[in-house]
C-alpha cells in the first residue's frame, strides 16, 4: 500500500472540513444497524463515554465561513458570538438530522442557552448540557464530575439499549491516549520544525478527528506525521509566535494562513482543544471514571476557558508555552463577543508584560471575509518581532 503524501493527506482533511453535511459520520451510521452519533460542542467532554457506548462522538465547532445563516439570526440577538447561530442554522436546515443526541459543555452562558433551545427545537433528540467542575479538589470537584459523568453513562445506556462495562471504557481510554499522544507529537513536530508541518495543515489534520472514528484518525495523523518529517520544505525568515483565544468559535482557515503568508510561523494555539484536553496519558488501572476525573481535574490544558483555582497560575501557562516552543511573541485573537476570551485577556497580557514577551490582539467571526487588516498587522508584529531580536 503506497504511504500517501501530506497533499494528498490534508486535501482529504480539508474535504472533511467543508463538508458541512458531515458525510462520512452519515456513512458510519448507516454501515450497520443501530450506531448512533452524538454531537458535542466545544470545548471538552470525555469522548471515551461516548465511544465506550459503541457510538460516534461528532465535533459541532458552527458552520465557518461557507454557511449562509439565515434562520439562525431568528434565534440568537446580533451581539453575541456567531457559534449558535451558525449551529442553529445547521440543524434547522436538516444538516444534523442523523445526530441521536447532542452535547452543550459547561463554557459560557450562551453555550448553556443553545442546550434548551435545542430542547425546544428537537425535542426527540437527546441533550444534555454537559457540567464540569469549578473546585479542583477531588472530595468535591471530583464528585461531582464524576456523578455528572455516570448520569451522562446512564443515558447513553438508555440510548443505545446496551451497558457500558468497565472493560469497555479502559478500552476507549486506551485508544484515546494513543490518539492524543499522536496530537502532542504533532505539536511538538510543528514546534521544532513549523515549516515541516504548517499550521494550516495541522489545523485541519487534528480537526479531522472530530468527525472521524477515534481509530481511523489515530492513523491519518500518523500518517501525516512521518509524511511530513520525510518531505524537504523551504525554510522562511518567519517569526515564531503562540495563537490564543480561539478554543470555542474556531477561526477561518483563511485567517491561519494569513498569518503564515504574514510572516508567522504559528508554533502553539489553542485549536478545537477537546482534542488534547487531558495532558497526558490517562491510568488504565482502577475505575476509568474515577481516572478520567482525575485526569480533568490534575492533568488537563490551562486555557481562559477554564477556572483557575490558583490566581499566581494565572497566564503561566501561556509564558511556558512560548519558552517551551522557542516563541518570540504571543498573538490573541478572539471570537467577536467571546467572554471568557475577552474578559481573560487584559490579564493574561499583564502576565506577558511581566515577562517581557510581545503581543498583539485583534478579533474574528467564523465568517470574516476581509483578511487584509489582519494580515497586515500580523506583518508588522512580525517584522517589529525581528528588528526587536536585532536590536
Known sequence: MTTPTTTEIVARCQDLFEDLHFTAARKWKEAEEGRKVIGYMPVYVPREIIHAAGMLPLGIMGGGDNLEVIHGDA????????????????????????????????????????????????????????????????????TFYIGEMREFMHDLEELSGKKITDEALRHSVDV??????????????????????????????IRAGLVLPVEEHTILL???????????????????????????????????????????????????????????????EGDPIENLSKAFLHSSESTAAKYEPNQDEKGQFLVRAVKRTGAEGVIFAAPSFCDPALLDRPMLQNVLKAANIPFIAFKYAENSGQMQPIREQAGTFADSIKLWSAA
Open 176 to 205: 484515546y491516549n494513543e490518539n492524543r499522544r499522536l496530537v502532542r507529537e504533532l505539536y511538538a513536530l510543528r514546534a521544532e520544525l513549523p515549516w515541516q508541518a504548517p499550521a494550516s495543515e495541522a489545523y485541519l489534520v
Open 222 to 284: 500518523r500518517q501525516y506525521i512521518d509524511a511530513a518529517r520525510a518531505e524537504t520544505r523551504p525554510i522562511k525568515d518567519n517569526s515564531r509566535i503562540v495563537l490564543t483565544g480561539l478554543f470555542c468559535e474556531q477561526p477561518p482557515l483563511n485567517l491561519i494562513k494569513s498569518l503564515e503568508l504574514a510572516g508567522c510561523y504559528v508554533v502553539d494555539d489553542d485549536f478545537m482543544l477537546v482534542s488534547r484536553w487531558l495532558i497526558g496519558d490517562v491510568p488504565l
Open 75 to 142: 434565534y440568537y440577538q446580533s451581539y453575541i458570538c456567531r457559534i449558535p447561530r451558525s449551529t442553529v442554522e445547521l440543524g434547522v436546515t436538516g444538516r444534523l438530522d442523523f445526530v441521536d443526541g447532542m452535547l452543550f459543555p459547561s463554557i459560557c452562558d450562551v453555550i448553556r442557552n443553545l442546550s434548551g433551545m435545542w430542547k425546544m427545537m428537537f425535542p426527540h433528540v437527546y441533550s444534555k448540557y454537559f457540567d464540569v467542575p469549578q473546585t479542583y479538589e477531588d472530595e468535591v470537584g471530583g
